[in-house]
C-alpha cells in the first residue's frame, strides 16, 4: 500500500496542467492499472514486480480520479451533483464491502491465485466495457471531442446542457 500511495502521488504530479482532449477515455485507460497487483499477486510474481504494479496501480489511481472528478464537476449540473455523487459512493461503500466479504470463502474454495485472477479480469472487463461507450470515448472538456476531419455538430461557443444537447 506504501508503494501505490508513492505511484497516487506521481500520478497526481503527472496530472498537474495536463487537460487530455478525451479525459473519461484517459481516466477508464488509467483505471486498467488496478488490475495490475492482483494479477502479480496471482501469478506469484517476485516482489519487485510487485511492487512496480502497485505503483502503476495508485499512479492510475491518481489520473482516474483526477480526470472522472474534473469531468463529473463540468457536466453534471450542480443541483443533482451531490445525487449523483452519492450514487457512486453507494456503489463503492456497499458492493466494495460485500465483494471482499464473499472473496474469503470463495478463496477457501477455489483459491487465492483464482479469486485475485478474477478480480484482474473483472477489472479489465470492466473497464472495455466502459471504453466501449462511444460517449465516454468521445467526451471533451467543451463536448464530444471531433474525430479529425469531421466539423463541429454544434455552433461554436455552445456549451452543451444536462442532456448533452445544447441548452
Request: net charge positive.
Given at each position: 500500500?506504501?508503494?501505490?500511495?508513492?505511484?497516487?502521488?506521481?500520478?497526481?504530479?503527472?496530472?498537474?496542467?495536463?487537460?487530455?482532449a478525451r479525459?473519461?477515455?484517459?481516466?477508464?485507460?488509467?483505471?486498467?492499472?488496478?488490475?495490475?497487483?492482483?494479477?502479480?499477486?496471482?501469478?506469484?510474481?517476485?516482489?519487485?514486480?510487485?511492487?512496480?504494479?502497485?505503483?502503476?496501480?495508485?499512479?492510475?489511481?491518481?489520473?482516474?480520479?483526477?480526470?472522472?472528478?474534473?469531468?463529473?464537476?463540468?457536466?453534471?449540473?450542480?443541483?443533482?451533483?451531490?445525487?449523483?455523487?452519492a450514487f457512486?459512493?453507494?456503489?463503492?461503500?456497499?458492493?466494495?464491502p460485500l465483494?471482499?466479504?464473499?472473496?474469503?470463502?470463495?478463496?477457501?474454495?477455489?483459491?487465492?491465485?483464482?479469486?485475485?485472477?478474477?478480480?484482474?479480469?473483472?477489472?479489465?472487463?470492466?473497464?472495455?466495457?466502459?471504453?466501449?461507450?462511444?460517449?465516454?470515448?468521445?467526451?471533451?472538456?467543451?463536448?464530444?471531442?471531433?474525430?479529425?476531419?469531421?466539423?463541429?455538430?454544434?455552433?461554436?461557443?455552445?456549451?452543451?446542457?444536462?442532456?448533452?444537447?445544447?441548452?
Open positions: 500500500m506504501g508503494v501505490y500511495g508513492v505511484g497516487a502521488v506521481l500520478g497526481g504530479l503527472l496530472m498537474l496542467g495536463r487537460r487530455p479525459p473519461l477515455a484517459v481516466a477508464t485507460v488509467a483505471s486498467l492499472g488496478w488490475a495490475l497487483p492482483s494479477a502479480a499477486l496471482a501469478a506469484g510474481a517476485a516482489l519487485g514486480w510487485t511492487l512496480l504494479a502497485a505503483s502503476v496501480a495508485g499512479a492510475g489511481s491518481a489520473v482516474c480520479g483526477a480526470l472522472f472528478d474534473s469531468t463529473r464537476q463540468r457536466w453534471v449540473p450542480a443541483g443533482v451533483l451531490a445525487r449523483v455523487t457512486g459512493g453507494l456503489g463503492a461503500f456497499v458492493l466494495g465483494g471482499l466479504a464473499a472473496a474469503g470463502p470463495v478463496a477457501d474454495r477455489v483459491g487465492v491465485s483464482r479469486v485475485l485472477l478474477f478480480g484482474a479480469g473483472w477489472q479489465l472487463l470492466a473497464g472495455a466495457a466502459v471504453l466501449a461507450v462511444r460517449e465516454v470515448r468521445g467526451r471533451g472538456w467543451d463536448g464530444p471531442a471531433e474525430p479529425p476531419g469531421e466539423a463541429a455538430p454544434a455552433a461554436a461557443g455552445v456549451r452543451p446542457g444536462p442532456g448533452g444537447g445544447p441548452d
